[in-house]
T-cell receptor, first 114, second 111 residues
Framework: EAQVTQNPRYLITVTGKKLTVTCSQN?????MSWYRQDPGLGLRQIYY???????DKGDVPEGYKVSRKEKRNFPLILESPSPNQTSLYFC?????????????FGPGTRLTVL | DQQVKQNSPSLSVQEGRISILNCDYT??????FLWYKKYPAEGPTFLIS?????DKNEDGRFTVFLNKSAKHLSLHIVPSQPGDSAVYFC??????????FGTGTRLQVFP
């Protein structure tokens, strides 16, 4: 089954404690990205990757890091989480960037930073 | 600066009636528009799309209309069903540039 998986689905942590949210896709997609969803703000892109070892900032990259060492994996790293990073996070993948190709989203990770 | 706007945060429609969800955009370079649907505890899923060379695209009960001069698109669901209750996001892109999402509209279809 074609899918994007994220782990963990739910996470409660404290300010400053480094964490990683994993993302993996099994569709051999070149393009992967991370979004956060906040009330009244919709989905905003954090980082994206056009291919292995190629990553770039989205609209709200501050406080986040990513890596793309393998095509299928695109982890999101919060080196020192803060309460304003409490949000719902989605990983997505597609064959191409932009809107001409369907993006497939993971189920989401709800993060709470105390 | 919100380039894609969904001014109605929520919409309530009776089953069997038409649901109309609206979306406005500001960037005239956008040439591809999409609607995604999101159920609670799930990721968004693709619903329907339209390119700027068309003004209408239909897929079953779902039709998207694009008015380029007004920079406006809408999603029509006819007839609406309780299973359509979800959050709907419109999104737009310029070529292979990233997708820009709207803020979402929560649709509730009641019996």
């Amino acid at each position: 089954e074609a899918q994007v998986t994220q782990n963990p689905r739910y996470l409660i942590t404290v300010t400053g404690k480094k964490l990683t949210v994993t993302c993996s896709q099994n569709m051999n997609h070149e393009y992967m990205s991370w979004y956060r969803q906040d009330p009244g703000l919709g989905l905003r892109q954090i980082y994206y990757s056009m291919n292995v070892e190629v990553t770039d900032k989205g609209d709200v990259p501050e406080g986040y890091k990513v890596s793309r060492k393998e095509k299928r994996n695109f982890p999101l790293i919060l080196e020192s989480p803060s309460p304003n990073q409490t949000s719902l996070y989605f990983c997505a993948s597609s064959s191409l960037a932009g809107g001409t190709d369907t993006q497939y989203f993971g189920p989401g990770t709800r993060l709470t930073v105390l | 600066d919100q380039q894609v706007k969904q001014n109605s945060p929520s919409l309530s429609v009776q089953e069997g009636r038409i649901s109309i969800l609206n979306c406005d955009y500001t960037n005239s370079m956008f040439d591809y528009f999409l609607w995604y649907k999101k159920y609670p505890a799930e990721g968004p899923t693709f619903l329907i799309s339209i390119s700027s060379i068309k003004d209408k695209n239909e897929d079953g009960r779902f039709t998207v209309f694009l008015n380029k001069s007004a920079k406006h698109l809408s999603l029509h669901i006819v007839p609406s069903q309780p299973g359509d209750s979800a959050v709907y996001f419109c999104a737009a892109s310029a070529g292979t540039d990233k997708l820009i999402f709207g803020t979402g509209t929560r649709l509730q279809v009641f019996p």
